[in-house]
């Protein structure tokens, strides 16, 4: 799926978590991540810190990548 703004990036966490039968609350703790801060990036928060998006992307088997269009 094509990553064009923080709610499709949220919708793709969101799946993803779903998926593999996580509640935020066990992401939470397994992560050290917030609860509110994995709400926040699944709702498509866009001041949410890159750093910690990338380490939930990470747990959660996923790799974010860069590409030159066209």
Aim: hydrophobic share 40%.
């Amino acid at each position: 799926m094509r990553i064009t703004d923080s709610i499709s990036l949220g919708q793709i966490i969101r799946n993803r978590r779903k998926e593999l039968g996580y509640s935020q609350a066990y992401l939470s703790a397994f992560t050290g991540l917030s609860v509110t801060f994995i709400s926040d990036v699944e709702r498509g928060k866009k001041t949410a810190e890159i750093e910690k998006v990338i380490k939930l992307l990470h747990i959660l088997g996923m790799d974010l990548i860069a590409e030159r269009r066209g």
